[in-house]
Antibody
Framework: QVQLVQSGAEVKKPGASVKVSCKAS????????ISWVRQAPGQGLEWMGW????????NYAQKLQGRVTMTTDTSTSTAYMELRSLRSDDTAVYYC???????????WGQGTLVTVSS | DIQMTQSPSTLSASVGDRVTITCRAS??????LAWYQQKPGKAPKLLIY???SLESGVPSRFSGSGSGTEFTLTISSLQPDDFATYYC?????????FGGGTKVEIK
């Protein structure tokens, strides 16, 4: 069965960077892109961007351009999302997601809580 | 960026009720719209994609309609498992945006 397993919770100081991983299994990794979505505490969902696991092409949300980088490692079927220059309002649960009918996704990771606090 | 406006933000309903949630796009998105259900502490679950296609395994009481700028998610007979928050999501020009969400509460 399809599984997306994310790395564990992180606590970072303002100005630091965080890199979240998402290991996929149960399907051919290069068949689907990986989307990243975040959710601040008590708030709605925010799409962050997408990366093709086939060729590495990316599309990022305009508000995160310049601070976010998404990559994949096809040898380990793992996707990564790095967010730099962290601020307190980056505190959120970060999800990776894949599969489904492009661009909509039907398989999700368990989420990774990133807390930004001094 | 295309803005998505969902209404209502909160909805109180009883088991068995017919429930309708609306999502409006700030410009036409054809049928590039999905609906997700999210329960507290859980990842979202895809219900409907391309405005009206039911995701595999999703009960048939869920349906989606609309095109252009106005879309609806209908639950024909609300079940106890349906109390959750629902989000629409649009796709346009390689960018996606979620609506603000609609929380469906027990009346």
């Amino acid at each position: 069965q399809v599984q997306l397993v994310q790395s564990g919770a992180e606590v970072k100081k303002p100005g630091a960077s965080v890199k979240v991983s998402c290991k996929a299994s149960g399907y051919t990794f290069t068949s689907y892109g990986i989307s990243w979505v975040r959710q601040a505490p008590g708030q709605g969902l925010e799409w962050m961007g997408w990366i093709s696991a086939y060729n590495g092409n990316t599309n990022y949300a305009q508000k995160l351009q310049g601070r976010v980088t998404m990559t994949t490692d096809t040898s380990t079927s793992t996707a990564y999302m790095e967010l730099r220059s962290l601020r307190s309002d980056d505190t959120a649960v970060y999800y990776c997601a894949s599969g489904g009918s492009y661009p909509f996704v039907n398989y999700w990771g368990q989420g990774t809580l990133v807390t930004v606090s001094s | 960026d295309i803005q998505m406006t969902q209404s209502p933000s909160t909805l109180s309903a009883s088991v068995g009720d017919r429930v309708t949630i609306t999502c409006r796009a700030s410009q036409s998105i054809s049928s590039w719209l999905a609906w997700y259900q999210q329960k507290p502490g859980k990842a979202p679950k895809l219900l409907i994609y391309k405005a009206s296609s039911l995701e595999s395994g999703v009960p048939s009481r869920f349906s989606g309609s609309g095109s252009g700028t106005e879309f609806t998610l209908t639950i024909s007979s609300l079940q106890p498992d349906d109390f959750a928050t629902y989000y629409c999501q649009q796709y346009n020009s390689y960018s996606l945006t979620f609506g603000g969400g609609t929380k469906v509460e027990i009346k």
